[in-house]
């Protein structure tokens, strides 16, 4: 675990082994979070999938209960009760599926959301720059090679200045996208703390708000169809 | 909607074309409920797997909370509170898993088992009863052509006991099958609505069960790692 916790914009010029050395560290740190970020978010998707699937169930329970009165039972005696009895219980499953419904709306705004925007913005931001800091360096080498080749041979001062603008300019280009990708992969150290947390708050606020709701919806009193007391089951609650 | 509630036992014996007609509702009627039986159950299997999946789900993300740790990020400063705070939301997550697993094992025993026990008991009954009455009602038919053959011939007193004795031993097996499918229907017609309030209420009961308990949950304090403060968030909640 090295001492630094940033690359230092003032080495980018110089390019020493040292500073490339130091900044494999920061491109071995960005992959192994792009990879943790990848397996969180399919973890997210999953608990968001799960209450996804928990509101179209409930829904279809909630339509379920509902049919009883259009199956034409060829015996509709006592039904009545059945239906309205059905039907309190389908309003209460409908009050489940809105609170259901409205987490998975919040855990996908809070939580797979700022995941999502994380990886598609901070780490491709870092990965784009790589790979623009990949193809500078290249150009700056392919430069220099030519100078070099050039100081060898004796050209005309034409061509040799023309060489040497070459080389400044592609050392212009590497030196900015160097500080550019130096820049995301120090910006990417602070905001991956951020970035771990701000879905889990998400998801945790989510719940809190969930259990408020049924919380409250629980206080107020259950109580189906009180004719349907028979003596085989009685139901009846009060909390 | 015939105004009858019951086949009456009675009616059996004589087994006229009147009660064969009503107990051709009674078995259209079970033909309904066999139906709707077979789609209640499949949308609560839909919400018990929906309510499964969530456990599946909460624990994988309390697991991978926890697995940031174990990444070995090359670069590891300030990690400790980083580390800490999943930690302390993966407990957070293994609570709510808890009342998931709870909550899905409830659905398993108290909505999804007493409707499939409903189906295989009561309604199985029912459909292999059919099977047996029918079985003796073409024995019966069977016996009655022969007897009807045989008093067209002049045969032997001692064929025609036999036969007399074969029609009244069908007759018997065919009026006590008929008693038992009777008996089954009727029993049907009664179970039918408990049938259909005994998995609700099971819900019912689990999902308040659950927000009991989520309830008291929330009171406590989520204070997570205090000194995860920083001026980019802040977390600390207070109830």
Redesign the interface.
């Given at each position: 675990?090295?001492?630094?916790?940033k690359l230092l914009l003032e080495e980018a010029l110089q390019d020493s082994p040292q500073t490339r050395s130091l900044l494999s560290?920061?491109e071995?740190?960005a992959g192994?979070?792009t990879?943790?970020t990848n397996?969180?978010l399919q973890?997210?998707q999953?608990?968001y999938?799960?209450?996804n699937?928990?509101c179209?169930?409930?829904q279809?329970?909630s339509?379920?209960?509902l049919?009883?009165e259009k199956?034409?039972?060829?015996?509709?005696?006592?039904d009545e009760?059945?239906i309205s009895?059905?039907h309190y219980?389908s309003k209460?499953?409908d009050e489940?599926n809105v609170l259901h419904t409205e987490l998975a709306k919040q855990l996908a705004d809070t939580m797979v959301l700022p995941i999502i925007q994380f990886r598609e913005k901070d780490l491709t931001e870092v990965s784009t720059l790589k790979d623009l800091f990949g193809l500078a360096s290249n150009e700056h080498d392919l430069s220099m090679a030519k100078y070099s080749r050039l100081s060898k041979k004796k050209e005309n001062e034409k061509v040799k200045t023309e060489v040497v603008k070459e080389v400044a300019a592609a050392r212009r280009k590497q030196h900015l996208s160097s500080l550019q990708y130096y820049c995301a992969l120090n910006a990417l150290?602070?905001r991956?703390?951020?970035a771990?947390?701000?879905p889990?708050?998400g998801?945790?606020h989510g719940?809190?708000r969930k259990?408020?709701c049924?919380?409250s919806?629980?206080t107020s009193e259950?109580q189906p169809s009180e004719s349907?007391q028979?003596g085989?089951?009685t139901?009846s609650?009060t909390c």
């Open positions: 675990m090295p001492a630094v916790d560290v920061f071995e740190d192994t979070l990879d943790y397996q969180l973890a997210m999953r608990v999938g799960a209450q699937e928990m179209l169930a409930t279809q329970l339509k379920q209960l049919a009883y199956q034409n039972f060829a015996l509709g005696k006592g009760e059945v009895t059905l219980f209460v499953v489940l150290q602070y991956k703390r951020v771990m947390m701000e889990l708050l998801f945790a719940q809190r259990f408020r049924t919380s919806l629980e259950i349907f028979r085989w089951i139901v609650w």
